[in-house]
């Protein structure tokens, strides 16, 4: 991700390893030096690229999916878009189900991805959901500690600045 939105270089696996070792901080030793990574190639297929991005995006709480039972009403599917939209958030996903409604026909169970600044927002998101939605569940975000420093640019990269939400 860094490679891709900081450097703009799209970079083949192999090409990104030891940047990638780098960053994670593998390297003690090199901790506030100046270091210097070879990246060579681009030769990484579309889809390839896509997924790494979407597992990159995920990875930084900048997308979200969660579970949301709504009325089977246009009513309804509007509200969940408008209240998504109220807190700077977009959908890039949304999948009804029907089928699984336990007997429930008047009910919706609303699949959606949100793309999001990060964990913070992704946290907002979530809480206004729950305070105005009582059946939703937030896939992976329980997991997530409540306060998350984000050292995804590793110790020997300058620490992203705070307008970023990073």
Not at 104 to 125: C, L, P, Q
Request: with cysteine.
């Amino acid at each position: 991700m860094h490679l891709l939105e900081d450097e703009k270089l799209v970079v083949e696996g192999a090409a990104a390893v030891t940047f990638g070792a780098v960053l994670a901080g593998c390297f003690p030793n090199l901790i506030g030096k100046r270091v210097a990574c070879v990246i060579t190639g681009g030769n990484i297929d579309n889809v390839m690229l896509i997924r790494a991005v979407e597992q990159g995006l995920g990875a930084e709480g900048r997308l979200m999916k969660f579970r949301v039972t709504v009325q089977d009403q246009a009513e309804s599917t509007g509200e969940i878009c408008s209240l998504l939209a109220s807190v700077d958030a977009s959908i890039r996903d949304c999948l009804p189900q029907h089928c699984w409604m336990n007997g429930d026909i008047f009910s919706v169970e609303m699949i959606i991805i949100a793309e999001t600044k990060g964990w913070d927002h992704s946290r907002e998101v979530m809480d206004v959901v729950k305070k105005t939605f009582k059946n939703s569940y937030f896939l992976g975000m329980e997991e997530q500690p409540a306060s998350l420093t984000i050292t995804c640019r590793g110790p020997c990269m300058p620490q992203p600045q705070a307008q970023f939400g990073l």
